[in-house]
């Protein structure tokens, strides 16, 4: 008896040990380019869990849409805790689906946000992490004078080559139908008619549109103000050049949101308290290449970047409204 009564508690120590040992567990929705190995999610999880002796999962999904359409389909019994990625051009739908909590994490002095219809922050349910313009990409080397404006990309000769993304499955291709419609109000479908020779391809992801650019199968790619620090900082490449349009540019502003079915809800507001510290706001730049969101440095580098002169963005709601028929123009606009 004495026997079985040792081996019994032998038994329950280990079960106590492998339970105390057993860490919380963070899932995060984000997009594929955040998770992987060149992006910020591995520095970024390396950091929290420093701190919060947990363990962060990083769920790479294919785009910023595709986080949003992934929780619209799992709903209330998703197991993430966050999503991660979405932006402002989303957000009215996001919150409609009742899925988001209020995060309630003070930013008060925290936030270092362009001027826009945005600023100060008060969404209840996102807290934004980084920000950039959405602008088309080319190699000066090769392409020695581009277009200097929205007029003058649509005038251009149809034998200059770019490529979009779809804005029903990528955020620039989305960014670039709210700037082309922040333009041209009233004469859109006109707009993207005289684009629609030009479009080499239209992509479902950043990446392949990007890749393909770099590739040499285009002229210019629709992609970030910021794109070209990449090039400068990690490649030692200064030929690659964001083109100032005249007319402004569109803004971009990335959001995190902490889901109300989330496991770890109290983890889930630590973390995104730690996303926009100095600590966490410092890896973006160089990593997720966007501006921070908080008021940390940037590399040199980002000095030499274009600056619009206006920074157009419409209100979550407006996006939530127009998206569909807007999308409509731009399907008719690039058939014809």
Same mark, same amino acid.
């Given at each position: 008896?004495?026997?079985?009564?040792?081996?019994?508690?032998?038994?329950?120590?280990?079960?106590?040990?492998?339970?105390?040992?057993?860490?919380?567990?963070?899932?995060?929705?984000?997009?594929?380019?955040?998770?992987?190995?060149?992006?910020?999610?591995?520095?970024?999880?390396?950091?929290?869990?420093?701190?919060?002796?947990?363990?962060?999962?990083?769920?790479?999904?294919?785009?910023?849409?595709?986080?949003?359409?992934?929780?619209?389909?799992?709903?209330?019994?998703?197991?993430?805790?966050?999503?991660?990625?979405?932006?402002?051009?989303?957000?009215?739908?996001?919150?409609?689906?009742?899925?988001?909590?209020?995060?309630?994490?003070? $930013?008060?002095?925290?936030? +270092?946000?362009? /001027?826009?219809? *945005?600023?100060?922050? &008060? !969404?209840?349910?996102? @807290?934004?992490? #980084?920000?950039?313009?959405?602008?088309?990409?080319?190699?000066?080397?090769? $392409?020695?004078?581009?277009? +200097?404006?929205? /007029?003058?990309? *649509?005038?251009?000769? &149809? !034998?200059?080559?770019? @490529?979009?993304? #779809?804005?029903?499955?990528?955020?620039?291709?989305?960014?670039?139908?709210?700037?082309?419609?922040?333009?041209?109000?009233?004469?859109?479908?006109?707009?993207?008619?005289?684009?629609?020779?030009?479009?080499?391809?239209?992509?479902?992801?950043?990446?392949?549109?990007?890749?393909?650019?770099?590739?040499?199968?285009?002229?210019?790619?629709?992609?970030?103000?910021?794109?070209?620090?990449?090039?400068?900082?990690?490649?030692?490449?200064?030929?690659?050049?964001?083109?100032?349009?005249?007319?402004?540019?569109?803004?971009?502003?990335?959001?995190?949101?902490?889901?109300?079915?989330?496991?770890?809800?109290?983890?889930?507001?630590?973390?995104?308290?730690?996303?926009?510290?100095?600590?966490?706001?410092?890896?973006?730049?160089?990593?997720?290449?966007?501006?921070?969101?908080?008021?940390?440095?940037?590399?040199?580098?980002?000095?030499?970047?274009?600056?619009?002169?206006?920074?157009?963005?419409?209100?979550?709601?407006?996006?939530?409204?127009?998206?569909?028929?807007?999308?409509?123009?731009?399907?008719?606009?690039?058939?014809?």
């Amino acid at each position: 008896m004495l026997n079985i009564n040792v081996k019994l508690l032998f038994l329950v120590g280990i079960l106590i040990s492998n339970i105390a040992a057993a860490k919380t567990e963070l899932t995060i929705y984000t997009y594929d380019s955040f998770a992987s190995e060149w992006g910020p999610g591995p520095k970024i999880k390396e950091a929290f869990e420093k701190e919060c002796d947990c363990t962060v999962n990083f769920v790479g999904l294919d785009s910023s849409i595709g986080i949003l359409g992934r929780l619209q389909i799992e709903a209330a019994s998703s197991t993430a805790d966050i999503a991660l990625g979405l932006d402002t051009n989303l957000m009215e739908t996001a919150a409609k689906t009742g899925l988001f909590d209020d995060h309630n994490i003070n $930013l008060d002095g925290k936030l +270092a946000l362009p /001027a826009t219809r *945005l600023s100060p922050w &008060n !969404d209840k349910n996102f @807290v934004p992490f #980084d920000w950039g313009y959405f602008a088309f990409v080319y190699d000066q080397d090769k $392409l020695a004078t581009p277009p +200097a404006s929205m /007029a003058a990309l *649509l005038d251009a000769p &149809n !034998d200059l080559r770019i @490529v979009i993304q #779809d804005p029903r499955t990528a955020t620039p291709g989305l960014g670039l139908l709210l700037w082309m419609n922040a333009i041209y109000p009233d004469n859109t479908a006109n707009a993207w008619k005289k684009l629609a020779p030009k479009i080499t391809t239209v992509t479902k992801g950043w990446w392949d549109a990007y890749s393909m650019f770099l590739e040499g199968e285009a002229d210019m790619v629709l992609s970030y103000s910021t794109s070209p620090a990449y090039h400068a900082i990690a490649e030692g490449k200064t030929n690659f050049k964001a083109a100032r349009f005249a007319e402004g540019h569109y803004t971009q502003i990335e959001v995190a949101g902490i889901l109300k079915a989330a496991p770890n809800k109290t983890l889930a507001r630590r973390f995104l308290t730690f996303l926009i510290s100095d600590e966490a706001q410092s890896i973006l730049p160089t990593t997720n290449w966007m501006y921070p969101a908080g008021n940390v440095a940037v590399p040199d580098a980002f000095a030499t970047l274009i600056k619009p002169g206006t920074a157009f963005l419409f209100s979550p709601k407006t996006v939530a409204d127009k998206r569909a028929d807007w999308t409509n123009l731009w399907r008719d606009g690039l058939s014809q």
